[in-house]
C-alpha cells in the first residue's frame, strides 16, 4: 500500500500545473490558502508596475495614454477576461470595482425589461450584491423593489413581474456552485434575465457565458486573477444586450469622449459600460495576473481544484470528529468551487492561530473557517502541511489565546 507521502509526491510530481508555481512570490514555508480573497502577486508584476510608473508615467507623461496604450487596456484586458469565460472579444471591459458593476448591470438589465420592478437573489448572497440591489430600489424611490428569498426557494420566484435575478455562481462562504445554463433556462422561460456574479468562479472553474446563454455577469480581478488589493474588476453584457442603458452614464462610455459634448450619447459596444478614467496603474497589475492565468488550461486548473479539495476534505475527516470541525461545504465537488469551508465555534481564534503556523486562510462570519484552493500555486504537499499544521493548532489549543479571541477589523 503506497504511503500518504508517496501518493501526495506522485500527485505533485504529475501535476500539469506544477510549473506555474515558481511565477509567483511566495515565501518558503508559508502555505497560502487565501487566493479566493486576494491572490498572490505574479513576480512579473514589479517589473510591470516598475516600469508604468517610471518609464511610461515618469517619461511619458499624459503621452501614454497613446503610447503605451493605456487608452485601450480596459477593453484589451476584458477581451483577455472574456477567454477565461467563454465570452467572445468586444463582451467584456474591465473597469470600476465588482460593486459598481453589479449597479451598472442591473441597470442596464432594468432599461431592457420595461414594466418589470422586482429584482431578484437569493438570501445568503454577497452582501454588497444586496446592497447595490438595496440602493437602486432606494433611487427608483420604491418602484423598483429589492427581494432576497431563501436559496432553496428563490428560482421559484420568477415570474413575469421579476425584471432580473442577481445569483453569484460559486457562493463566497459555502462554495456551492449554482447551474449556470440551467438557471439561465429556467429564468428566460419567464423572460428574466440573469446578472451572474463570478468573482469566485473566474481562474478557478470553467465558466461558459455565452454557450450557457448568460446576460450579464460581473467579477472581481483581485481573487484568482491576481490583479492585486482592489484591482480593477470586470462585467460582462452578451452582445444582444449590449443596447441597454448605462445607467453610469460616465464619460469613457461616451461615443466621442474627446469631443467633450454634453448631451451623452453611448458608445456602441462594451465600452458604454465603462464610466470614468480607468485606473492604470491598477490596470497594469491586474494585466500581468490574467495574462499568468491565461497561460494554464483552465481544464486542467479545474481538474487540479477538484482534486485539492478533495484531499483537503479527506484529511480533515479526522479533525472533523476529533475537534469538533463541521464541513459547510459540499462533498460532491462537481456542485462546488475552489475553497473549502469549516464551521467550528471557535472559527475565528483558529483562523488566527494558524496564521502563527504560517497558514493563511481566512474567517467569515459567524463560524466560518475558509480555506481557498489556488490551483496555479498551491501543491498538494501545502494541503498535507496545512492539515497538520491545524492538528497542531487543534491539539495544543494554541487558538485559546486572549489575542486571537479579538475581532479584527478585516478578517
Ligand atoms: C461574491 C462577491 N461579490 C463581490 C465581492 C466584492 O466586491 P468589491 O470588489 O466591489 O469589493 C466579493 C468580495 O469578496 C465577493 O466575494
Known amino acids: 500500500m503506497t504511503s500518504l507521502a508517496d501518493r501526495i509526491a506522485e500527485l505533485d510530481a504529475n501535476d500539469p500545473l506544477r510549473e506555474f508555481r515558481d511565477e509567483f512570490q511566495l515565501r518558503d514555508g508559508l502555505i497560502y490558502l487565501d487566493g479566493n480573497s486576494l491572490g498572490a502577486v505574479p513576480k512579473a508584476t514589479a517589473a510591470a508596475m516598475q516600469d508604468a510608473v517610471t518609464e511610461q508615467w ?23 477576461i472574456a477567454g477565461l469565460i467563454g465570452a467572445k472579444p468586444g463582451e467584456v471591459i474591465a473597469a470600476n470595482s465588482t460593486s459598481v458593476n453589479i449597479f451598472k448591470a442591473l441597470g442596464a438589465a432594468l432599461s431592457l425589461q420595461k414594466g418589470r420592478t422586482v429584482i431578484l437573489t437569493e438570501e445568503g448572497n454577497f452582501p454588497t450584491d444586496h446592497y447595490m440591489m438595496q440602493g437602486l430600489e432606494c433611487l427608483s424611490g420604491g418602484t423598483v423593489q429589492s427581494l432576497a428569498l431563501p436559496a432553496e426557494t428563490v428560482l421559484d420566484r420568477l415570474d413575469e413581474d421579476v425584471a432580473v435575478l442577481l445569483l453569484t455562481q460559486v457562493h463566497y462562504k459555502s462554495g456551492v456552485m449554482r447551474d449556470m445554463a440551467a438557471i439561465n433556462a429556467a429564468a428566460h422561460t419567464h423572460g428574466v434575465l440573469v446578472i451572474w456574479d463570478l468573482s469566485h468562479s473566474t481562474g478557478a472553474v470553467e465558466v461558459d457565458l455565452d454557450g450557457s446563454k448568460a446576460d450579464f455577469a460581473i467579477g472581481c480581478g483581485y481573487k484568482f486573477l491576481n490583479g492585486g488589493p482592489g484591482a480593477p474588476a470586470y462585467i460582462y453584457v452578451a452582445e444582444r444586450h449590449q443596447h441597454a442603458d448605462a445607467v453610469l452614464a460616465g464619460w469613457f462610455g461616451h461615443a466621442r469622449p474627446f469631443a467633450f459634448e454634453e448631451r451623452y450619447e453611448a458608445a456602441s459596444g ?6 470614468g478614467t480607468p485606473p492604470i496603474l491598477g490596470m497594469v497589475a491586474l494585466e500581468e495576473g490574467v495574462d499568468l492565468i491565461a497561460k494554464a488550461d483552465m481544464r486542467a486548473v479545474r481538474a487540479k481544484s477538484v482534486a485539492l479539495a478533495q484531499l483537503l476534505i479527506e484529511l480533515m475527516k479526522p479533525l472533523c470528529e476529533e475537534f469538533g470541525f463541521t464541513l459547510a461545504s459540499p462533498e460532491d ?10 464551521a467550528h465555534e471557535q472559527a475565528y481564534a483558529i483562523t488566527q492561530a494558524l496564521k ?9 462570519a459567524p463560524d466560518v473557517v475558509r480555506l481557498g484552493l489556488t ?3 498551491l501543491r498538494y504537499a501545502d494541503i498535507a502541511d496545512a492539515v497538520a499544521r491545524m492538528r497542531e493548532v487543534c491539539e495544543t489549543r494554541s487558538w485559546d489565546r486572549p489575542e486571537f479571541r479579538e475581532r479584527a477589523s478585516v478578517t
Open 333 to 342: 465537488r462537481a456542485v462546488a468551487g475552489s475553497h473549502v469551508s469549516y
Open 356 to 364: 502563527e503556523h504560517d497558514v493563511i486562510g481566512d474567517f467569515r
Open 270 to 275: 462594451i465600452e458604454r459600460f465603462l464610466c
Open 375 to 377: 490551483p496555479l500555486y
Open 58 to 80: 515618469g517619461e511619458g507623461l499624459i503621452t501614454s495614454w497613446l503610447g503605451a496604450d493605456w487608452v485601450n487596456s480596459p477593453r484589451r484586458i476584458g477581451d483577455k
